[in-house]
T-cell receptor, first 112, second 114 residues
């Protein structure tokens, strides 16, 4: 069964450093998403991406964040200068259109 | 705006007890409703879904009915097992011109003790 994969599973970084979280969506999917979950809190929408551009972004997704689909398979989330409060689990999701979103296993980001 | 409210946890039950986790929503339009489960150390897994009023989603003994009149989607299971211990998220999804946006509740942690 096809699945969304994410790497790394756990990323530890120093405050102020740049991080790139990687996702490989399901191959024929067209819409891509990032969500985050701060420990013990709810899952929050960050951004949706279609046809090589952002469809919608939340207020969390400020200028420090960017997304990219650099090739036909990867979908990345970059945080330019990490802050302590960026520590969270980041989930990637993809969908073909009009059906359910498939979530990846998540990347746990720890900012020290 | 759109929101999902679910009961606070943790919920602690003995094995074979009946489970109800309440979920209510507010949304503009006609959302699809979901329950996701997150086992310890793992990602989100879709548990069940319902796409229109009066639909019942079911999976692994869990079920939930889309109630438009009460804007609810309560999760139930007749007899829980220790392996059901996890965090359960109620969510709604709206189609927005092709792409979707999923809004999650805060999650309810379920602990099942032998």
């Amino acid at each position: 069964e096809p699945e969304v994969t994410q790497t790394p599973s756990h990323q530890v970084t120093q405050m102020g450093q740049e991080v790139i979280l990687r996702c490989v969506p399901i191959s024929n999917h067209l819409y891509f998403y990032w969500y985050r979950q701060i420990l013990g809190q709810k899952v929050e929408f960050l951004v949706s991406f279609y046809n090589n551009e952002i469809s919608e972004k939340s207020e969390i997704f400020d200028d420090q964040f960017s997304v990219e689909r650099p090739d036909g398979s990867n979908f990345t989330l970059k945080i330019r200068s990490t802050k302590l409060e960026d520590s969270a689990m980041y989930f990637c999701a993809s969908t073909l259109a009009g059906d359910e979103q498939f979530f990846g296993p998540g990347t746990r980001l720890t900012v020290l | 705006g759109n929101s999902v409210t679910q009961m606070e946890g943790p919920v602690t039950l003995s094995e074979e007890a009946f489970l109800t986790i309440n979920c209510t929503y507010t949304a503009t339009g006609y959302p699809s409703l979901f329950w996701y489960v997150q086992y310890p150390g793992e990602g989100l897994q879709l548990l069940l879904k319902a796409t229109k009023a009066d639909d019942k989603g079911s999976n692994k003994g869990f079920e939930a009915t889309y109630r438009k009149e009460t804007t609810s989607f309560h999760l139930e299971k007749g007899s829980v097992q220790v392996s059901d211990s996890a965090v359960y998220f109620c969510a709604l999804r709206l189609e927005l011109g092709g792409y979707q946006k999923v809004t999650f509740g805060t999650g309810t942690k379920l602990q099942v003790i032998p």
